[in-house]
């Protein structure tokens, strides 16, 4: 559990900083300073500018490519120490430096990757604060774990700026009555860091409880979505939320971006704008043809325990004898109707059908009179051509 005397005031400078400048307080997520500006700033952040495969995009379900060869990814289930801190962008997860590694295999990946720390990006109000969008879409929050290959580089820095570096998983956030477990624990001491810089020794954490109760998924290729907006990351969405209390964001939302002499403004509505998606492939294992996704979907309508509404892109299924940690989501398909649905209409009365007799009456069949043709011969005239010319790249020929 955390105590407030581990409370702790930091600075640290950014990973991509040059010797002697701190370039972690050049920038924010609104005015001159804000994501527009980010590669104007420092040279070093050219490709928030200047990049073709940025994070974070609209998910369109209607691109959505279904991939038979995306196997589910596994987190290992291990349980960690870590810090707490409002870095004074957001607040962030580290573990622990001597913590045992927790590792992110399969699924889009070819190697091994080490979570290193978690961040968490929410908004001022329900309808915006995640990064990702769905359908266009918002969520009133989005919890991003990093890691980085721990097989081929020494640590996330060195991995940050190379190739299969790094892997974000994108953990969708949604307000509930009930709060997810893990979630609630990590949080555990958030009213002790209000202030930017300020950070507090983090309960012990299962990292895997975070991951929502599904094998489905999303993934793309893209960046960092903070300065320098290396695109060397690995997105998996899973298609499930997390589900967060409105105590709690009422919580995330007091705290400051500032320390507590100048509190400056408040951390929320700490997300980058969606980026171009420049017709990169999205891949998913949600695979509609399939039996099971037909069952959910016949118990999307015909259920009588079914209560069918909409949330962003996802359509739920929750059966009124779940709790809320086993709702189903399911992406938008055309199937699904944008309407609610109400069970106790489904009834159909059956009614006898009155078969009548149809009179049949003959057709008339009258002959056709067939007349001869009177062909005339035609007079044949010999035409002069004149030189032919190009002309750009249509060929014609000049009248005389």
């Known amino acids: 559990m955390y105590n407030k005397a581990n409370v702790s005031m930091r600075q640290g400078p950014s990973s991509s900083s040059p010797p002697g400048i701190d370039w972690s307080q050049w920038w924010t997520y609104g005015g001159i300073s804000g994501p527009r500006f980010w590669g104007v700033i420092n040279p070093a952040w050219g490709m928030c500018r200047e990049g073709r495969r940025q994070s974070p995009i609209n998910i369109d379900p209607k691109t959505l490519l279904f991939d038979p060869n995306l196997s589910p990814f596994t987190l290992d289930k291990v349980t960690g120490g870590g810090e707490l801190l409002n870095t004074g962008h957001s607040v962030e997860w580290r573990a622990a430096h001597n913590a045992q590694a927790i590792n992110v295999t399969g699924g889009p990946l070819s190697y091994?990757?080490?979570?290193?720390?978690?961040?968490?990006?929410?908004?001022?109000?329900?309808?915006?604060?995640?990064?990702?969008?769905?359908?266009?879409?918002?969520?009133?929050?989005?919890?991003?774990?990093?890691?980085?290959?721990?097989?081929?580089?020494?640590?996330f820095s060195q991995a940050s700026a190379q190739v299969y570096g790094v892997v974000g998983i994108a953990l969708l956030i949604q307000v509930g009555e009930r709060m997810t477990?893990?979630?609630?624990?990590?949080?555990?001491?958030?009213?002790?860091?209000?202030?930017?810089?300020?950070?507090?020794?983090?309960?012990?954490?299962?990292?895997?409880?975070?991951?929502?109760?599904?094998?489905?998924?999303?993934?793309?290729?893209?960046?960092?979505?903070?300065?320098?907006?290396?695109?060397?990351?690995?997105?998996?969405?899973?298609?499930?939320?997390?589900?967060?209390?409105?105590?709690?964001?009422?919580?995330?939302?007091?705290?400051?971006?500032?320390?507590?002499?100048?509190?400056?403004?408040?951390?929320?509505?700490?997300?980058?704008?969606?980026?171009?998606?420049?017709?990169?492939?999205?891949?998913?294992n949600i695979n509609f043809t399939n039996?099971?996704?037909?069952?959910?979907?016949?118990?999307?309508?015909?259920?009588?325990?079914?209560?069918?509404?909409?949330?962003?892109?996802?359509?739920?299924?929750?059966?009124?004898?779940?709790?809320?940690?086993?709702?189903?989501?399911?992406?938008?398909?055309?199937?699904?109707?944008?309407?609610?649905?109400?069970?106790?209409?489904?009834?159909?009365?059956?009614?006898?059908?009155?078969m009548r007799p149809v009179e049949m009456r003959p057709v008339e069949m009258r002959p056709v009179e067939m007349r001869p043709v009177e062909m005339r011969p035609v007079e044949m005239r010999p035409v002069e051509m004149a030189s032919s010319k190009v002309h750009g790249h249509a060929f014609y020929v000049e009248e005389v």
């Open 112 to 155: 091994a990757y080490t979570i290193t720390h978690a961040r968490l990006h929410f908004g001022e109000r329900d309808q915006q604060g995640s990064e990702h969008l769905l359908d266009n879409k918002a969520f009133p929050a989005e919890l991003q774990l990093y890691g980085y290959n721990s097989q081929l580089y020494r640590n």
């Open 181 to 284: 477990p893990e979630l609630r624990v990590l949080l555990e001491g958030i009213d002790i860091i209000t202030y930017g810089g300020s950070s507090v020794t983090a309960a012990s954490l299962v990292v895997n409880g975070l991951l929502p109760t599904t094998e489905h998924y999303l993934t793309y290729e893209g960046s960092l979505t903070e300065p320098a907006c290396h695109e060397t990351v690995t997105w998996i969405i899973p298609n499930k939320p997390l589900y967060i209390n409105v105590a709690m964001m009422r919580q995330l939302r007091a705290l400051r971006q500032g320390n507590s002499t100048l509190a400056n403004a408040p951390l929320s509505n700490n997300f980058r704008p969606v980026q171009t998606a420049h017709h990169r492939t999205i891949r998913t």
């Open 291 to 354: 039996k099971q996704s037909m069952l959910l979907l016949r118990m999307l309508v015909f259920s009588d325990k079914t209560r069918y509404d909409r949330s962003d892109m996802f359509y739920k299924i929750r059966d009124e004898s779940q709790t809320e940690d086993q709702r189903i989501f399911l992406p938008n398909a055309e199937v699904c109707h944008r309407r609610a649905f109400d069970p106790a209409q489904t009834h159909v009365e059956m009614r006898p059908v009155e």
